[in-house]
């Protein structure tokens, strides 16, 4: 089997198209009652980013001016990020000087989605390869139907976090698998 002639690999510019005249067995797989998926499905990787945050227990640790620095930022995606986790750079020294007053931590289980501060105020969102214990302060945690789109960003774009709740999260996050059928 190849792509659109056969045995040929489909190259940039080429497009696929449903036949209703599928062979044999196949003909099944045309959909019955085609719908248009709503926007609000369709990821947008252009421009700025934003990334839903859920606050975790460590939230509150954060000074009132710390954490409100860290959520009206624009950040920028660093070369330096990887399958373990995206490094974000921010203009703004002020989080530096704020993150110092930090409590130290023991190092805890971590998870997907974590957004650590370390002492620079650059935070670091954690994704499928990241350690299992990390010993910064966590500011929250990305919201599950964010984290493939975090997972795409590349060096120098930029993203910003929006907090949000649980409830509403998985509000969402059914209505997402409900219209997919999953």
Do not use: W
Not at 12 to 36: E, F, K, R, T, V
Not at 50 to 66: K, S, W
Not at 88 to 114: H, N, V
Not at 153 to 163: A, D, Q, S, V, W
């Amino acid at each position: 089997m190849g792509g659109l002639n056969p045995g040929q690999p489909l190259a940039c510019g080429d497009s696929l198209a449903i036949n209703s005249h599928l062979p044999g067995d196949l003909s099944d797989l045309q959909p019955q009652n085609p719908q248009p998926i709503p926007r609000s499905a369709i990821p947008s990787y252009d421009g700025l980013r934003t990334l839903h945050l859920l606050p975790c227990f460590q939230f509150q640790q954060f000074d009132t001016a710390l954490r409100e620095v860290l959520l009206s930022q624009i950040y920028t995606v660093s070369a330096q990020s990887n399958r373990m986790g995206i490094r974000l750079k921010s203009s703004d020294s002020e989080t530096a000087r704020l993150t110092q007053a930090l409590p130290s931590l023991i190092s805890e289980g971590i998870l997907s989605g974590s957004v650590q501060i370390p002492p620079d105020g650059n935070p670091i969102i954690m994704l499928s390869d990241h350690q299992t214990l990390g010993g910064y302060q966590k500011l929250g945690v990305v919201a599950f139907r964010d984290l493939a789109k975090a997972a795409q960003l590349r060096p120098g774009e930029r993203l910003r976090f929006k907090l949000s709740t649980l409830p509403l999260e998985r509000l969402k996050q059914q209505a997402f698998y409900r219209y997919f059928d999953l």
